[in-house]
C-alpha cells in the first residue's frame, strides 16, 4: 500500500480536514507531518463539530490509527486538553489509537513568550503568527537547541534540559525584548505532569511508519497550513516555520517519494488568508463580507484558532498552478462551491500584470508580489442552491463549467467537490 499526502494548495484553511475526514475512513492511519497548534481543522459529523489542532483529523473515525509526526512542534499542554475534549465527545484517543513521534519537537511557554515578544516588536511589519510559539520552537529544532519529544519519558533530563532551555530564552527576553523572566521551575512542574500523561503515547515514528507499509497499510499524512505559508515555496517573510507541502510530509514523516501514491491539493472555490503579506484578489467591502459570512456558522471565514476574520478575495490559478509544481499535485479537492451560488458574476484570476507585462508564474519576491494586478476571466453566476447535488451532473451548468475551468487553467483534474459542510455534502468525480 502507499501514502496519499494532502495539501493545502492555498494559504491554509482550505478544508483539509474535512477532505481528510472523507478519506479516511478507508485508511489504516492518519499522519500529521508538519506545523503545531497554529492548524485548526474543523469536522462536523451530523450535529457535531470537532475543531482539531494537533491531533490529526482521522481520529473521529474509528478504524485508523493517528500519528503525530517528527515534523510536527507539540504544546503538551494543548495536546492533553485536546484529547479531554475528545474524550468528553466520546471519541478514543487513548495511546492504542493515538501516537506521538519522540522526534517531535516540544513548544514551551518561552516560545509563546518569544513569539509574543517578536510579534510586538515587529509593529506594523507584524507577521500575524497565530502567538502560539510555532516560530521559535523551529528556530531551537534549527539551531540544534530543541527540546524533542523524547524527553516526556526521562523526567530527569526533561527537568534538566527545561531549566537550561528557560534560563536561556530568559536572557533575550529581559535583554533584548525588556520582558518579565519566566521561572523555570514552574515551567518544568507544568510540563512534567503533561510528561507523565503523554510518554504513553510515544512512538519511533519513521519504524512506525515503514512497518505499516510493509504490512501493505495506507497512511494518509494530512496537511496544515498551505503551500503560500511554506518557509521556502510561500510568501516570505509572511510564512509559517514548516514545510506544508509534499515535500514536507517526506521529511516529516520519514518516508521516501517511492512511497507516495496520490498528492491531493486541497483548495477553497475562492482565497482567503489569515496575517499579514500579499493576497492578490483580496476584496473589500460587500463582496468581501458575503465570502466571508458574518460568522454565525462554524463554517464561515473566521479562524479555527484565533477567531480573526479571514482576509477573502476570488480565486486564483497562478498561485493553483504554483501549488501543483511544488507539490506534485495528481488531484484537486474544490472546497465550499456552495458559497459562490447566487453571484451574477465569478471572477477567477488567470495571470498577473506586473509593471506593464503579463505573467503566469507566481512571483518568489514580495516587492514583486506588493506590485502584481490580477488579470481576470469573468465567469457566468448560478442562482441555484447546490448543496445538495451529490454528481457531477446535479450541479448547474455554469457551476460545472466553474470546476472545469480551475482544472483546466490549473492543469490538475478536480476529483472531490464540497458543497457544504456535513460529510455527504460532496460531489465526487470518480
Ligand atoms: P505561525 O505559524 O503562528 O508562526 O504564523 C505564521 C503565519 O501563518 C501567519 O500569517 C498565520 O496566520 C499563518 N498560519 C499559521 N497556521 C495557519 C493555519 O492553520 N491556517 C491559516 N493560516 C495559518
Redesign the pocket.
Known sequence: MAVDIIV?AQ???EGKGRITDLLAADVDIVARYS??D???HTVTIGEVVFKLHLIPSGIVHDRPTCLIGNGTVVNPAVLCQEIDGLLRQGVDASPRRLKLSRQAHLITAAHIAL?KAREARRGGEA??????G??PAYTDKTSREGLRAALLEDPQSLTDAIFAHVGQKNEVLQNVFGQQSLDPGKVALELSAYANRLAPYLVESSAFVHEALQANKHILAEG???TL?DLDHGTYP?????HPTAGGALTGLGVGPGAVSRVIGVAKAFTT?????PLPTELQGPPADRLRGTGENPWDEY????G?PRRVGWLDTVILRHAARINGLTELALTKLDILSGWDEIKVCVAYELEGQRIDYFPSELKSLEKVQPVYERLGGWPEDITSARRLSDLPRNARRYVDFVAESSKVPVKIISVGPARQQVVWDR
Open positions: 493545502g494559504w491554509g484553511d506545523g503545531g497554529n492548524a485548526g513569539d507577521i500575524g503568527t497565530t502567538l502560539r510555532i516560530g496544515a497550513q498551505g505559508l509572511f510564512v509559517t516555520s514548516s488568508r489569515v496575517g499579514g503579506g479562524g479555527t484558532t484565533t480573526r
